[in-house]
């Protein structure tokens, strides 16, 4: 009897688990525009300033994939996480400081493919539970010099998978200390939070409440 309780129980759970992913609520273009007509808050807007470089690594073959993920090179941002970066592009243009953007929203159909290569939670998001990149409440930035337009020297390079790229990690110069510091000031005096493996990856807060967006970027762009 306590087999047969047991065996009913582990089905229940994966019955509730199967649910849930089926469940998984991700917006598309057909459902977009009445979504943020409703709440405009939930608009994935572009963002635009003389002081960013974007290097949308996936949009080129320079990634971890080794190949050209993204058919666009965009920088998109739900609306209120989108204020918040140029609330912090403004705190860092009087340090002659610039930001330089790596990835922003993310259209979901490409997370499923990222932990189609690597299944590790550490570093890509999970498609049963959706990332914060899919929900324009994610960025991946670096720092330039306003004079020079040359990127500053950091811990390490962009989606770099070792400790090296921790929030925690010592091993760092002078300099790369001094430059993560002030970027982690910057972006945390904004609103967003750090994310503990990746020093160059930031949440805005309360991402919770935003939904999973598979929009791609030209049809954001129409």
């Known amino acids: 009897m306590k087999f047969k309780l047991k065996v009913v129980f582990t089905l229940l759970l994966i019955g509730i688990a199967t649910t849930s992913f089926a469940q998984l609520n991700v917006i598309s273009a057909n459902n977009y525009d009445s979504l943020v007509k409703a709440n405009p808050k939930l608009q994935l807007v572009p963002l635009k300033s003389d002081c960013i470089q974007q290097n949308i690594k996936y949009a080129t073959a320079d990634n971890f994939t080794k190949e050209i993920v993204y058919d666009t090179a965009a920088v998109y941002l739900s609306a209120q996480a989108h204020d918040a970066l140029l609330k912090v592009i403004n705190l860092l243009k009087p340090l002659n400081i610039?930001?330089?953007?790596?990835?922003?929203y993310r259209p979901y159909r490409y997370t499923v493919k990222f932990w189609d290569i690597i299944q590790d939670d550490q570093y890509v998001a999970d498609p049963k539970k959706g990332s914060r990149h899919n929900r324009g409440c994610a960025v991946d930035v670096g720092l330039f010099s306003l004079k020079t337009g040359k990127p500053l020297e950091m811990p390490t390079?962009?989606?770099?998978?070792?400790?090296n790229a921790w929030v925690s990690s010592k091993n760092r110069?002078?300099?790369q200390t001094k430059n993560v510091e002030r970027l982690q000031k910057a972006?945390?005096?904004c609103?967003?939070?750090?994310?503990?493996?990746?020093?160059?990856?930031?949440?805005?807060?309360?991402w919770q409440q935003y939904p999973i967006y598979d929009i791609s970027f030209q049809e954001l762009g129409k």
């Open 187 to 189: 972006m945390t005096d």
């Open 98 to 104: 610039g930001l330089i953007i790596y990835d922003a």
């Open 191 to 206: 609103g967003f939070q750090l994310f503990a493996t990746e020093w160059w990856h930031f949440d805005y807060s309360g």
């Open 173 to 175: 110069t002078n300099l």
């Open 157 to 163: 390079a962009y989606d770099d998978f070792s400790e």
